[in-house]
């Protein structure tokens, strides 16, 4: 099913599967196809799975939340995502890690970071405050990416489609279904890597340097690993912010941890020495990228080339061109 390249493939194949007498269904092969549709923007065609799913007694998973959630956000249904999490909760599921960290990257996509910092606090706290999942007109988020509008639709309204009646509950107590602040789980953190980067790349684009900092110190006190993605982010961070000595810094650290540069690294540096005008460390990073074994691409040509047109550097400008002309052959 996952390597299907078209819905209406994966969507064949999942109905021969169930047309056979030996075939069981199941939350993993429902999640693969619901994903398709709603990659696809085919929502009637996601909605009629998820009744057939509901017919079937096919529960839903935290995995299949996590995926509805990025798939409405990503198609810029960003009020529709928000309100799988209700759905989620008034039927007694609490979300995992994933399921959270989705949701705040959705709200950081759209530059919702304060309601992003809210929900992933209330998470460490073990709660979901549904009243916070409301999106007002005036965030200006409901537009989809392909220029189709969101359904502008209440809770009530929502809920009250075809759609959001059917979907099983989780066994969990009365209490776990409140339907404002939700407590299930006593305070917990995130354990996984792809979190605390999107946590710093939340803080770092709301400007929040000092919060950047702190949830770093903690993916390392906590002993997470941390890649090439979480430093980059935080040398951009850093370096946007006007501190470069901690950007360098960081690059320093980097090789202490093992983790290889890669081209973006030296781009993000490039770009920073660009904006400070300072043309020799600039030449230096570019430099760089070839000593590492890497090769520069679009990005850096495009910083390195606004670095020496604005000093007037002719020949440097013309021997560039002529690189880049033989590298994109």
């Known amino acids: 099913l996952k390597e299907q390249s078209t819905w209406q493939r994966a969507a064949r194949i999942f109905e021969w599967f169930k047309s056979q007498t030996w075939y069981t269904p199941n939350a993993i092969h429902y999640n693969v196809v619901l994903r398709a549709l709603g990659k696809a923007q085919q929502w009637d065609q996601l909605r009629l799975c998820w009744l057939d799913m509901a017919k079937n007694g096919v529960l839903p998973t935290n995995n299949t939340y996590s995926m509805l959630v990025d798939v409405y956000g990503k198609a810029g249904l960003v009020q529709e995502a928000l309100l799988w999490i209700r759905h989620m909760r008034v039927r007694g599921f609490f979300p995992d890690e994933v399921t959270m960290c989705t949701v705040v990257k959705v709200l950081k996509d759209v530059g919702d970071f304060d309601r992003a910092h809210r929900f992933y606090k209330g998470w460490c706290e073990g709660k979901v405050e549904l009243n916070d999942l409301e999106l007002e007109d005036s965030l200006g988020i409901n537009n989809s990416s392909n220029g189709s509008a969101s359904m502008g639709i209440s809770f009530k309204q929502f809920l009250s489609t075809e759609l959001f009646k059917i979907g099983g509950r989780a066994p969990v107590s009365g209490e776990a279904r409140s339907t404002n602040s939700s407590s299930l789980n006593g305070p917990q953190k995130p354990r996984l ?11 770092g684009k709301a400007g929040r340097l000092s919060e950047a900092a702190e949830v770093f110190a903690e993916m390392l006190k906590a ?54 005008r300072d043309i020799g460390a600039a030449v230096l990073c570019y430099k760089r990228i070839r000593e590492a074994g ?12 606004g670095v020496l047109c604005r000093k007037n550097m002719v020949r440097e400008v ?3 061109i002529d690189e880049m002309e033989r590298a994109f052959v």
């Open 193 to 203: 890597s792809n979190t605390y980067n999107v946590l710093i790349d939340l803080y």
């Open 223 to 276: 002993g997470v690993a941390v890649d090439v993605w979480t430093f980059n982010t935080m040398i951009f961070v850093c370096g946007s912010q006007g501190d470069l000595a901690e950007a360098e810094a960081l690059l320093g650290m980097m090789e202490e941890k093992g983790v290889a540069p890669d081209t973006k690294t030296f781009n993000i540096f490039l770009s920073l020495y660009a904006e400070a």
């Open 294 to 305: 890497l090769c520069p691409d679009e990005v850096t040509y495009r910083a390195l080339l």
């Open 318 to 320: 013309e021997d560039l």
